[in-house]
């Protein structure tokens, strides 16, 4: 029997689960296509909409600086309404795992890297340790950990003038692990408690060396995994203060555990999830998709559907791909504008307004992705996240709501007109 | 503020270092004056070949008989910076035969060890050598870590009584009398062992003799003395690929040609190169185009190279010299060999001499012929020991232990750190207290090893980087620049450990910038977002002076009382007063390490 869905998602990040939640709400059958592990748990978990407009930042309510952005931006071409429902669809999937959803504007949190950036969304493990809060701080590191240095931290959030007080200390870790224990295996000692870690945690700090009379303790984000509140609160109530989390680099806590969350909102949501196999083409007729074709260890195998999202990711997640000549999208080869000297593509400086940042396919209004001419490649195909293009998420701190916008509104246009 | 030594040596290459040590372990008061850090001129960018003297067999054979000579010596002095690759002369079908048999022969006369392999004997040591090629010779090249060397040499000649000045540029060559008697150095930023003066401060250095050991520089300093020193800086590029596609130095059978050599070092192997005149030895086009020519030129002999992933490109410049009376008009004619340059005997101009030409692998030759003839000037009666006696890390090592016992980290890891290390091994990571994670996973580099190198050079952490290869894999420092920042702290304070991360940040985007495209076009953009995203670490107030409205921001579902949640309770603001016996131990452990 073959494979066949009103709508398929190409893509398991937050634009192809938010596409596929937004397309599944239109009443439509849905299928997402997901093949390797998501790039979250490469990211913060955090949710950013917008931070920077060319390097001027933070900025603290993004929804007045989207006009400020070039034409070609997604989010110019979706508009502030498909941010709004696009963060609707992210807050029904997180619930009360996330905070920020009382207001428009931007959160300052601090990040490993001692610095504060804004963020729209935030897990509420983070949400007491705000920056844009003011509440005397001290961080906690630990001696084995190379990713956060917290006196360094510390320091570096003093210079940078945030309205409270400071402190950072180093403490070992209760439980001696082999020298490059990561951060997961931390967690996990917290989660099951294992030779009482919380309490013999919390007799470190007490006992660190501070004269900050501290309203909150923060640590790199740790503090367990599946008992992670259980933690927290036990470590409060040892302390004192409250307690919060710094979002880290990979392997990220925050970030998987926000694949989970997206991937539990899946399943409730009745869509359909083929894991594991990469796409790899497309059959079309009369300026449409009939179907993408996925390999399954060296078989070709057609999924078919009326409407397809493309939500492959940017250049991390390989959506886009390159070589000395050329940038290119491929599975349906479309169209991906980018200067021919490839030293065009990059800066001199490391953190530049560099094209490749923005390189992705271009859509037209109804985000479908076009050609050299500006039409549409295919009458239902559309694309969102990171495979668009105009966009340099990384500057703007944009990367969650981009997907976000975009996914809402290509889901939600597939499904209508799947289902019309 | 004046200071006076028997000899003073411009120039912290490995030429420079080598003539430092080999005149501080005979007894001479020595000072060395390095514009950079150690390595910061041709040194720390060649593409790490050590020559069995292969190359130039047929046409420099004199420096061929030099190169077989010292090659031979390094390895037992410098064991733990040498990794004996061998080498190959890979003949494709469109090579000349008569070519081949010269090189053959070439090698024999100059008493290199060569033998002919068959093609399938060839690719059964090195299998992605292409399918078609005819033959190879198989000669004594490998692989030698030029950081490594000249630090370990600067170490020896402190060890015997030098000094070394890094970030100390020489501003002027001092003359009294038609006699060279010193020179003026200007100190620049720098922190570690090696640098003494302060920022801006320019201080007289007086020596009985000065020897211009500064390469591609030397006409420089040779005008400042008033002479001419007709250096031909030429420039090479060198592109780095993600492995190591090949374990033996693989050249191109043919002669003098670009892109014709692949050198595998440490985890990586380097295309090169090459061989174009610049006039400014500091300022000169780094084009795509070369970047292109290594990998469709090599491609012939390793056909996987053309959709291999390289990591960056980096150009150096050779200090190539030659009497001017020879008049060679393309630069890959001039010779390789080196030449002392006494300024008495050549231009009326006593107290100098400049050391121009050769080659990293004949350094030691170079330094031990320059320090006799500064000892005859000086009417110093001492023999030269440098080819007997091991540089410090090459003494005595046994590699038959196991390390991840010993140190208590992961096999692969403790290997890596032993061969970088040698013998001082021991006393890295021996001696180190407290935890010792890795901090660069590429390069398997761990904390112990990091510090060893922050009390080496300072708080400058390219020069960390060049100490122990950390930054230098394939992520090209995405995950571990701000590791290496951290490990400053707290010897310094925050504010250096971030202009630190930003400086290694930046050098390490320079080379990756010829690389942008696939695999490490992707690797970019995820180091992009992890530092600009993650880290905003390109919007970080900090860095500016425009204060933030901080009230401007959300405060938190709650608001302000989100903060105030959690007051401290007496009890635990009482013990929070009280210093703890182990964290204050950690702290000292940190700053005597």
């Known amino acids: 029997m073959p494979i066949r869905e009103d709508v398929l998602v190409v893509g398991g990040g937050i634009a192809g689960s938010t596409a596929a939640l937004a397309a599944s709400e239109t009443g439509a059958t849905v299928r997402l296509l997901s093949h390797k592990k998501s790039t979250l748990r490469q990211a913060s978990g955090l949710v950013d909409v917008l931070g920077a407009v060319d390097g001027d930042g933070p900025i603290a309510n993004p929804f007045e600086a989207i006009e400020r952005l070039p034409d070609d931006h997604p989010y110019r071409v979706v508009g502030a309404e498909s941010i709004h429902e696009g963060l609707r669809f992210f807050d029904d999937v997180a619930g009360d795992v996330y905070a920020g959803g009382h207001t428009d504007h931007n959160a300052l949190v601090l990040t490993h890297g001692g610095t504060i950036k804004p963020t729209a969304r935030y897990p509420d493990s983070v949400a007491p340790g705000l920056a844009s ?92 995994d599946d008992h992670a509140a259980a933690v927290r609160d036990e470590l409060a109530d040892r302390l004192g203060a409250a307690v919060f989390e710094i979002p880290t680099g990979p392997p990220s806590l925050l970030g998987m555990q926000l694949e989970d969350l997206l991937f539990d909102a899946l399943d409730e949501a009745g869509v359909r999830i083929s894991a594991g196999n990469p796409a790899v083409g497309y059959e079309a007729a009369d300026g449409r998709l009939e179907s993408v074709t996925v390999d399954r260890r060296g078989q070709n195998v057609p999924y078919h559907a009326a409407e397809v999202v493309l939500a492959t990711g940017g250049l991390v997640g390989k959506g886009i791909d390159s070589d000395r000549e050329s940038v290119t999208e491929p599975i349906f080869d479309c169209h991906v504008p980018h200067p021919s000297d490839r ?35 295919f009458e239902n195909l559309r694309a969102a996240g990171g495979v668009l293009g105009g ?14 916008a975009t996914g809402a509104y290509a889901g939600r246009r597939a499904g209508e007109e799947a289902t019309r | ?82 990794e004996m690759t061998g080498g190959l002369f890979v003949q494709r079908p469109e090579d000349a035969d008569e070519y081949f048999e010269q090189k053959l022969d070439g090698c024999r006369e100059c008493g290199i060890p060569a033998e002919v392999l068959s093609a399938a004997e060839a690719r059964e040591i090195e299998p992605y050598l292409a399918e078609d090629i005819e033959r190879a010779i198989r000669v004594p090249d490998g692989a030698i870590d030029p950081f490594r060397l000249c630090v370990a ?28 008697v010193g020179v003026e150095v ?217 390390w991840m016992d010993e140190f208590g980290l992961r096999s692969p890891i403790g290997k890596r750190s032993a061969q970088r290390l040698g013998s001082r091994t021991d006393e890295v990571l021996g001696e180190w207290d407290g935890p010792n994670p890795t901090v660069c996973e590429c390069e398997a580099v761990t904390r112990a090893e990091i510090n060893d190198a922050i009390d080496d050079a300072g708080s400058e952490l390219n020069a960390v980087r060049l100490r122990t290869r950390a930054s230098m894999g394939n992520c090209q420092g995405a995950f571990c620049c701000h590791r290496m920042a951290n490990e400053l702290s707290p010897e310094y304070d925050e504010s250096v450990a971030r202009k630190a991360l930003d400086d290694l940040y930046q050098e390490r985007w320079k080379g990756e910038r010829h690389a942008l495209w696939g695999e490490q076009l992707s690797q970019a953009m995820l180091k992009h977002l992890l530092h600009a995203t993650t880290m905003n670490r390109d919007g970080d107030p900090a860095k500016t002076d425009e204060p933030v409205d901080f009230t401007a921001f959300d405060a938190g579902p709650d608001g302000e009382a989100a903060a105030g949640n959690g007051q401290r309770s007496e009890d635990a603001v009482a013990d929070g007063g009280i210093t703890d016996e182990t964290n204050a131990g950690e702290g000292a452990a940190d700053a005597d390490s």
């Open chain 2, 186 to 402: 200007e100190h620049a930023a720098g922190s570690g062992k090696y640098v003494h003066g302060h920022p801006g401060e320019t201080e007289k250095l007086y020596a009985d003799y000065v020897v211009n050991a500064t390469g591609a520089w030397a006409g420089q300093i040779g005008e400042m003395a008033g002479v001419e020193v007709a250096v031909r800086p030429s420039k090479g590029v060198m592109t780095i690929m993600n492995v190591r596609q090949v374990d033996t130095v693989i050249n191109r059978c043919r002669p003098k040609g670009d892109a014709d050599i692949v050198v595998p070092h440490e985890t990586t192997c380097i295309l090169g190169t090459t061989d174009e005149e610049v006039e400014d030895p500091e300022d000169y086009p780094e084009e795509g185009w070369e970047v292109d020519l290594m990998i469709d030129t090599l491609s012939e002999l390793v056909p996987i190279l053309d959709e291999a992933r390289t990591i960056r490109s980096f150009w150096g410049v050779r200090p190539l010299y030659e009497p001017p009376e020879v008049g060679s008009e393309d630069p890959t004619d001039i010779t390789r060999d080196f030449f002392l340059l006494d300024h008495d005997e050549r231009d009326g101009l006593p107290g100098m001499a400049s050391i121009v030409g050769g080659k990293l692998t004949t350094y030691r030759m170079m330094a031990e012929q320059i320090s006799d003839h500064v000892c005859e000037k000086l009417g110093v009666d001492a023999e030269c020991h440098t080819a007997e006696e091991p540089l410090p890390g090459s003494e005595d090592f046994s590699v038959l232990r196991e």
């Open chain 2, 153 to 180: 040499n600067a170490a020896d000649a402190v060890e015997h009584g030098a000094r070394v000045e890094t970030h100390s540029e020489v501003t002027d060559v001092l003359v009294e009398d038609g006699e060279v």
């Open chain 2, 1 to 82: 503020m004046s200071k006076r030594s028997r000899v003073l040596v411009i120039g912290g290459g490995s030429t420079g270092c080598g003539i430092a040590r080999d005149l501080a372990m005979r007894g001479v008061d020595v000072t060395l004056v390095e514009k950079g850090n150690l390595t910061h001129g041709t040194t720390g960018r060649m593409h790490g070949l050590l020559h069995s003297g292969g190359r130039y067999a047929v046409s420099d054979q004199a420096s061929a008989e030099e190169c077989i000579q010292e090659n031979r010596v390094l390895r037992r002095i410098a064991s733990h910076c040498v």
């Open chain 1, 343 to 377: 030293y065009a593509w990059s800066e001199d400086e490391a953190f530049g307004d560099h094209a490749f940042a923005r390189f992705g396919v271009v859509p037209d209004d109804d985000l479908r992705p076009t050609d050299e001419a500006a039409e549409p490649h």
């Open chain 1, 391 to 404: 966009a340099d998420v990384a500057r703007e701190k944009s990367a969650a709501g981009v997907s976000l």
């Open chain 1, 133 to 224: 809060a003011a509440a005397d701080t001290l961080l906690v590191g630990f001696a084995g950990l190379t990713d956060f240095d917290a006196p360094v931290a510390a320091d570096h959030l003093a210079a940078t003038g945030v309205p409270f007080e400071v402190d950072g200390v180093t403490v070992r870790f209760p439980i001696e692990f082999r020298d490059d224990a990561r951060t997961t295996r931390l967690a996990k000692a917290l989660d099951a408690d294992e030779d009482h870690a919380r309490k013999r945690l919390a007799g470190a700090i007490a006992d660190a060396d501070t004269d900050l009379d501290y309203d909150r303790v923060g640590f790199p984000a740790m503090l367990g």
